[in-house]
Nanobody, 125 residues
Framework: QVQLVESGGGLVQAGGSLRLSCAAS????????MAWFRQAPGKERSVLATIRRGSLSTYYADSVKGRFTISRDNPKNTVYLQMTSLKPEDTAVYYC??????????????????WGQGTQVTVPS
């Protein structure tokens, strides 16, 4: 079992930056592939970034490539999402996710074993 708690969301002006954190507790954090998803009102929850266990390879959706950076600190059981050059279309609830699978590439929603509760990010237009 893994419990995930996100923090760091809020309101930020267009062009600004924000860093989300996701603290994990429970099972061995380093054994999990970690990812960030987001869900805007009326839209599907979609994956933004994935960081693989072991190799720490990272993968990004085209919509955030070059603007967002996923990283993890295994001793601190924490995964981060650094977001820069934020746009109004980035407004959504952001979710941390963990998968016991060793996934190379963006993590499919079906492979997620654990979800965080979500944190709201708002970028006014």
């Amino acid at each position: 079992q893994v419990q995930l708690v996100e923090s760091g969301g809020g309101l930020v002006q267009a062009g600004g930056s924000l860093r989300l954190s996701c603290a994990a507790s429970g099972d061995s954090f380093s054994r999990y592939t970690m990812a960030w998803f987001r869900q805007a009102p009326g839209k599907e929850r979609s994956v933004l970034a994935t960081i693989r266990r072991g190799s720490l390879s990272t993968y990004y959706a085209d919509s955030v490539k070059g603007r967002f950076t996923i990283s993890r600190d295994n001793p601190k059981n924490t995964v981060y999402l650094q977001m820069t050059s934020l746009k109004p279309e980035d407004t959504a609830v952001y979710y941390c996710a963990a998968s016991a699978r060793d996934v190379a590439g963006l993590l499919p929603k079906a492979f997620v074993n654990y979800w965080g509760q979500g944190t709201q990010v708002t970028v006014p237009s």
